[in-house]
């Protein structure tokens, strides 16, 4: 469908005279800070040329993939077999019907920024010349996988990495001086918790941690050795964080032999009891806990997701198969008491919390600032609106209730917590919220019209802040 008008003009989602002043003169150019992502070390380091518009565009992204499912899109034409071409124009039929879903307003975006496409919107009518003209391009120098950080003006990557990673890719882009952006590791020790599945953890601590810490896992004190020596490796290749993704926080009491005992069952491959497993995650997040203090690291934490839920796609892909949805169980108690362990030892790291559910929003908001410490502005930070709740109305929200009850002005801001190189636009996205939001409220008379004031926080918000915060110079 041609426009006469941009869909994604330079004003989309200012809806008054002080956002637009706002974003213009605060947030557009603003660089980016992408301090949580799943973007492919080896792209970066080979700086990766995409063969065509779906591979850059649909390749892992599992929003896409479930928006087609509910359109009726087979599987083959998702993740399957089928051409690219193929799976591009199921994509192309599906898009229409995403009114109302962020995937509409990303997708455009995506057009708009890198390709320049503005003059129409995303059909099976315009599929054939969008293909071509979004192709061309790829395979410009502009449009590798460096190519695409430049033009986004990314200062920062921070990539999710398993501890047993070797960081090849990693240390081969911190060698290469023609690329501005930094790029760094986050430590991401999920596998080392899963002990309820205890075939799969098992292989994971020999031939996974175990081989790359080079030493045999056989006690709980080990398997800590183990984490830590891996730990001290990333630190050395220049992580400064850690991530976890749990369905939620584990704060159990325990003994140690307990835990010991637990561990050994586990390495002979007994089955461990649901009150067992908590008790290990307890042992393990703590004493976590306490490695990424002493490192000197920002600890994440992304909290409430039930994954995996549905077994025909998980055989058939694996996990991130875009079967996971929003979880419901309680977080206020329990996450308390893990943060108050670490605190009351003195061993409390900077910390980001992210909520999934949006019924914990303004629990969450309110558990930042009991810990507090009156060491850094911020140390504990509720984190961006994450995955189902990176849309408008979930980041209006998140901000609205961040703004109410503690200080939006240390706020570390946006990521894209993707898997794609077109992503980056999300930050963008963000940015005209932010700017909507404070704008109405000064032309409300919620907050004063001076933009020094208010462009100020956007700016720190927007970029500054997560610079300070986290100790990123590149």
């Not at 599987?75 to 599906?94: M, Q, S, V, Y």
């Not at 996988?145 to 890719?169: K, Y």
């Not at 760094?184 to 081989?211: K, M, Q, V």
Request: hydrophobic share 40%.
């Amino acid at each position: 469908m041609q426009l006469q008008r941009p869909f994604i003009g330079e004003d989309f989602l200012l809806s008054c005279d002080a956002a637009r002043r706002l974003y213009h003169e605060h947030a557009a150019q603003q660089p980016i800070i992408d301090y949580h992502c799943h973007l492919s070390p080896a792209d970066l380091a080979n700086d990766r040329r995409f063969e065509n518009l779906t591979r850059i565009w649909l390749e892992g992204d599992h929003y896409k993939w479930r928006a087609m499912r509910a359109n009726g899109i087979a599987e083959d034409l998702i993740t399957g077999p089928a051409t690219d071409r193929a799976k591009f124009d199921a994509w192309a039929a599906t898009v229409p019907m995403t009114l109302g879903n962020p995937l509409y307003h990303w997708t455009h975006l995506e057009l708009a920024r890198p390709f320049g496409i503005v003059d129409r919107l995303f059909s099976p009518a315009t599929a054939d010349s969008i293909w071509e003209e979004c192709n061309a391009r790829l395979a410009e120098p502009a449009f590798t996988a460096r190519g695409i950080a430049r033009q986004f003006r990314v200062e920062v990557i921070c990539t999710t990495d398993d501890p047993a990673d070797s960081l090849d890719h990693h240390a081969k882009i911190a060698a290469d001086s023609t690329f501005e952006t930094l790029v760094l590791p986050t430590f991401r020790p999920d596998r080392s918790l899963a002990i309820h599945g205890a075939e799969a953890w098992n292989c994971y601590l020999d031939d996974g941690l175990g081989a790359a810490a080079g030493m045999e896992i056989k006690t709980f004190d080990d398997l800590m050795a183990a984490l830590t020596k891996r730990a001290e490796f990333f630190a050395a290749q220049r992580c400064r964080l850690s991530d976890h993704g749990l369905e939620e926080p584990y704060a159990e009491d325990y003994s140690p032999a307990v835990i010991e005992a637990t561990f050994r069952a586990a390495r002979r491959g007994e089955p461990v009891s649901p009150t067992a497993t908590s008790a290990f995650r307890s042992a393990l997040l703590l004493e976590l806990g306490r490695l990424y203090h002493r490192l000197g690291w920002a600890q994440q934490y992304h909290l409430g997701p039930l994954r995996n839920t549905t077994t025909r796609l998980v055989q058939r892909i694996g996990a991130d198969a875009g079967c996971d949805s929003i979880g419901d169980r309680p977080m206020a108690r329990t996450l308390s008491r893990f943060l108050d362990r670490l605190d009351s030892s003195g061993e409390l790291a900077r910390t980001i919390l992210y909520n999934l559910n949006p019924a914990d929003n303004a629990v969450f908001a309110t558990m930042v600032g009991n810990f507090q410490d009156g060491t850094l502005p911020g140390k504990i930070q509720w984190g961006s609106a994450w995955w189902f709740l990176d849309q408008k109305r979930g980041i209006e929200e998140q901000l609205e209730t961040l703004a109410l009850t503690g200080l939006l002005s240390r706020f570390v801001g946006m990521l894209t917590d993707s898997r794609s190189f077109l992503s980056f636009p999300r930050h963008d996205y963000f940015r005209r919220v932010l700017c909507n939001m404070l704008g109405r409220d000064m032309e409300a008379g919620l907050l004063p019209m001076e933009f020094d004031l208010v462009g100020d926080l956007v700016e720190r918000v927007c970029h500054r802040n997560a610079q300070e915060w986290f100790g990123f110079r590149p």
